[in-house]
């Protein structure tokens, strides 16, 4: 069975500083996807970034860009020059290919200082 | 293109009823996915239908049930509240479902039961 494990369950970062989210993974498929998404208090998730497993590139998407490290399953996603807008929760979550079947972490929440 | 939408946004029920909630995916997108968001349990996935068809189901009671329109709209419903199933409920479409791609959710339906 798949699982996510986000291991910060809070993180306060002050505004224009970087931030790493981390996220790490099990799975013994070879095909999968990982996501990221953020939650604001009003509840809709918004996607931010997707990384296949095949992928040999690490995504970007604008300030948003997942570091993949393969080996050490892990899809740490990495937000650059923060906003106060980025306060939010952030999840990670992966499926197994052909399966629409998302399996989340327990999310971290961000704040940022101004 | 809009988003996905969900009705009714904000729901409060007693013990013992049954609940109807609605989702309308993207326009063109025939996957739609349900999950239940709870501060104990995080975010569960709970069935995805495609083409009117219901392709995976989570390890829900028999009590959660859902169901999809010709037109990919999607109903899910939920028999005998239980005070345990006070949650968030986000519904999230994708084109095919073909695990690869990204779910984009709504959202969400704020149900508080009685």
């Known amino acids: 069975a798949q699982k996510i494990t986000q291991t910060q369950p809070g993180m306060f970062v002050q505004e224009k500083e970087a931030v790493t989210l981390d996220c790490t993974y099990d799975t013994s498929d070879q095909s999968y996807g990982l996501f990221w998404y953020k939650q604001p208090s009003s509840g809709e998730m918004i996607f931010l970034i997707y990384?296949?497993?095949?992928?040999?590139q690490n995504a970007t998407e604008g300030r948003y860009s997942l570091n993949f490290q393969k080996a050490r399953k892990s899809a740490n996603l990495v937000i650059s020059a923060s906003q106060l807008g980025d306060s939010a929760m952030y999840f990670c979550?992966?499926?197994?290919?052909?399966?629409?079947?998302?399996?989340f972490g327990q999310g971290t929440r961000l704040t940022i200082n101004p | 293109k809009a988003g996905v939408t969900q009705t009714p946004r904000y729901l409060i029920k007693t013990r013992g009823q049954q609940v109807t909630l609605s989702c309308s995916p993207i326009?063109?997108?025939?996957?739609v996915s349900w999950y239940q968001q709870t501060p104990g349990q995080g975010l569960q996935f709970l069935f995805e239908?495609?083409?009117?068809?219901?392709?995976n189901k989570g390890n829900f009671p028999g009590r959660f049930s859902g169901r999809q329109f010709s037109n990919s709209r999607s109903e899910m419903n939920v028999s005998t509240l239980e005070l345990g199933d006070s949650a968030l409920y986000l519904c999230?479409?994708?084109?095919f479902g073909g695990g690869r791609e990204t779910q984009y959710f709504g959202p969400g339906t704020r149900l508080l039961v009685l």
């Open positions: 990384q296949g497993s095949y992928d040999e």
């Open positions: 979550a992966m499926n197994l290919q052909g399966a629409q079947k998302l399996v």
């Open positions: 326009s063109g997108h025939r996957s």
């Open positions: 239908y495609f083409s009117e068809t219901q392709r």
């Open positions: 999230a479409s994708s084109s």
